[in-house]
């Protein structure tokens, strides 16, 4: 992807990013409604994951360099990171 072209730089050459951001949030909300129902049909494989010990401390944020704004539309390449996995007591 075009570094030219992340989000974070098309604000910092104060460039029109107005469509762009608001194609985003409507993707982010799409994803949003429908994490409930993800989630709670996951439930079994969450416990699973927990009594075996697969548990780690993760975290996914979304920042403004990890998003393209592409002629087609934005690409949002966000990665999860993640530390050791952590021990159950």
Known sequence: MPASRRLSALIKADEETGPAVRQIARMLAAQHATADRFLACRQPLFDARIQS?????????????????????????????????????
Not at 66 to 81: A, V
Request: aromatic share 6%; net charge negative; charged share 25%.
């Open 53 to 89: 010990g697969h548990v780690v401390d993760g975290h996914g944020d979304l920042l403004a360099s990890d998003i393209f704004c592409l002629d087609d539309g934005p690409r949002i390449l966000d990665c999860m990171e993640f530390r050791r996995p952590v021990a159950l007591a």
